[in-house]
Nanobody
Framework: QVQVVESGGGLVQAGGSLRLSCAAS????????MGWYRQGPGNQRELVAL???????NYADSVKGRFTISRDNAKNTVYLKMNSLKAEDTSVYYC????????????WGQGTQVTVSS
């Protein structure tokens, strides 16, 4: 009933920028937090950035000052602007939406690949 779809991944050179987008759709009345996570080969999924419905943000130390998360509540969409990309940012990036109304649940997208060449 809830779909989460990411877009915007791709191949970029080190030092470059990318902007990821994520849209949640379906039977949604309220979304609490929306966030971006990433998972590299052989690694656990880790939090990259989180934003609350009121705009409070939280970032992993490794991306502070380089990545910016934002959201459009009217469109149930969250964005991740990634600047000064490094090879170690290479990963599959996943979006998560914490829906609280009418039903409660954490919904994940299928992931989008970001590859940074050094």
């Amino acid at each position: 009933q809830v779909q989460v779809v990411e877009s915007g991944g791709g191949l970029v050179q080190a030092g470059g920028s990318l902007r990821l987008s994520c849209a949640a759709s379906g039977r949604i009345f309220k979304i609490n937090d929306m966030g971006w996570y990433r998972q590299g080969p052989g690694n656990q999924r880790e939090l990259v950035a989180l934003i609350s419905s009121t705009g409070d943000t939280n970032y992993a130390d490794s991306v502070k000052g380089r990545f910016t998360i934002s959201r459009d509540n009217a469109k149930n969409t969250v964005y991740l602007k990634m600047n000064s990309l490094k090879a170690e940012d290479t990963s599959v990036y996943y979006c998560q939406a914490h829906v609280t109304l009418p039903t409660w649940g954490h919904y994940w997208g299928q992931g989008t690949q970001v590859t940074v060449s050094s």
